[in-house]
């Protein structure tokens, strides 16, 4: 299976859809889900195609963890969690929806299930999450 250039999160990339950017340096992009499991879901991807992990670059897939252990680190300050949820889906079959590679990052506290999916965010209030993660970073 290849690459699809026109996947939301290319468009994303190319600012063809708006994003609720958190962080960006040369090799990734980070935005708020826009469909939160948890306060602080965030979405760490690479800047350049990659279909997900199996077949991304060994610079993509290091580029993408460094990040995403940033972003760990800044979730957790933000929403004084207690520990972080990292989730990698790849292809149809392991749960992949979106076919550009991309890490789920979820603050969690204990005790305090995740969130149904599929639910969309109130704006508002991921523009309040993403303000509190930024000044975490």
Known sequence: MSYD????????????????KLYEDEDTYVFMDIMPR???HCLVIPKTPARNMLDATPDQLAACLATVQKMGHAVMK???AEGVTVQQFNEAAGGQEV???????????????LRAPGQMADFDVLKSHA???RAAL
């Open 78 to 80: 933000a929403f004084d």
């Open 5 to 20: 250039p026109e996947n939301i999160f290319a468009k994303i990339l190319k600012g063809e859809i708006p994003s609720e």
């Open 38 to 40: 948890a306060d602080g």
């Open 99 to 113: 076919f550009h590679l991309h890490y789920h990052v979820l603050p969690r506290h204990k005790g305090l299930s």
């Open 131 to 133: 303000e509190k993660i």
